[in-house]
């Protein structure tokens, strides 16, 4: 997961290299759905065995509907009949008549990211319970649009992105496969003049999603706010859409669980939503993955001595897209004391936050 550029991408770690990355220990029982997974050294990267961190939360209602007891949330279980721009992607949720209720949206990007399946299923999500429509020639890779909206950073702040999960494989080559499960940003419609940057696919696939008021109150892992508090055109323009408009409906107009943070002043963070305590300032060195399970392992900070690896979701729950660049509150946490990160606790001031390539590593 990138801290700097919103992405979640999949690189190879089997090494110490560019590639490998910084870690971020954890302290806590584990936060997320049935799809978080922990992977378990054995001989070798390739080797290792996954184990499931939860139980099914999934329940068929038998109506068309799915719904994630872990996040509260309740899901088409079939897609949308067909592929669409953004500003499409939004119309259609909010005026979707569906199974009885007339309260869907489209979903924000830490949302849709919740069901995506990281056992090794392809697409990444369980089809025992969720069906995806193979649209070959508009969206061979199955991404599917968030009410996110995002900017490619450096000198360009203009909102003219939005972020998808993509359920296939996503862009990449040897060195840069973001892969199955990646979350990225494209242009909201063809034509767009930001085409070109960002990601390559523009008419994408929509699952709404709405709340399910029998299961939200008592839902353990729900899904905490992305922090993006304004609206925007197909042109990054900042708008104030009201209930009916066009681009009504975007992740700004939508109350999830804010932020809560604790400094602990012994350089730990608690996350007061989902107890996990965080280490504040990750691992100066890039770490394979075995290396950086010895270094959780072995790391005592705060009078802590249980610290691990975190999950993906539990990662991306920190995960701040209120300015982006970087996707974090520096408030309570800072970066790598190496990285080369500008204007951020912990780095050295100027570089390329990006690093490796135009998406960032």
């Not at 936060?31 to 054995?42: C, D, E, L």
Request: include cysteine; charged fraction near 20%; glycine fraction near 10%.
């Amino acid at each position: 997961m990138n801290e700097t550029t919103g992405h979640i991408k999949g690189y190879p770690s089997d090494g110490d290299n560019p590639m490998a990355k910084h870690v971020r220990a954890v302290s806590g029982s584990t936060y997320g759905t049935a799809y978080t997974y922990t992977a378990v050294s054995n001989d070798s990267f390739n080797n290792q065995s996954i184990e499931a961190t939860a139980e099914n939360p999934l329940i068929d209602n038998g109506d068309g509907t799915i719904t994630d007891t872990s996040t509260g949330l309740m899901w088409m279980k079939d897609d949308a009949p067909n592929t669409m721009e953004w500003k499409d992607a939004l119309s259609y949720a909010e005026n979707l008549d569906y199974a009885g209720y007339t309260d869907w949206k489209l979903p924000d990007v830490k949302e849709l990211q919740s069901i995506v399946d990281y056992t090794g299923v392809y697409p990444t999500l369980d089809e025992s319970y969720f069906n995806i429509t193979d649209f070959e020639e508009t969206n061979p890779n199955y991404y599917f649009w968030t009410s996110t909206s995002a900017y490619f950073g450096g000198n360009n702040t203009d909102y003219g992105y939005a972020w998808y999960v993509a359920f296939g494989f996503s862009v990449g080559d040897e060195t840069d496969t973001h892969e199955a499960g990646a979350v990225r940003f494209s242009p909201k419609y063809v034509g767009s003049p930001f085409e070109g940057e960002g990601g390559d696919n523009i008419t994408n696939s929509v699952r709404a999603c709405r709340i399910d008021e029998r299961y939200y109150a008592d839902a353990p892992s729900k899904v905490i706010t992305t922090g993006q508090s304004q609206s925007y055109d197909n042109d990054g323009n900042v708008i104030y859409p009201q209930e009916g408009d066009e681009y009504y409906g975007q992740d700004a107009v939508y109350e999830t669980v804010p932020f809560s943070f604790t400094d602990n002043g012994d350089g730990t963070v608690t996350d007061n939503n989902t107890g996990l305590v965080w280490q504040q300032q990750p691992s100066d060195d890039h770490l394979s993955i075995d290396s950086t399970l010895e270094y959780a392992d072995s790391l005592e900070l705060g009078g802590i001595d249980d610290w691990r690896v975190p999950t993906l979701e539990e990662l991306y729950s920190l995960q701040d897209y209120s300015e982006g660049w970087p996707y974090a509150d520096l408030t309570y946490f800072y970066f790598p004391s190496a990285a080369s990160v500008p204007n951020v606790p912990g780095g050295p001031q100027g570089g390329d936050p990006q690093g490796g390539g135009p998406q960032g590593n």
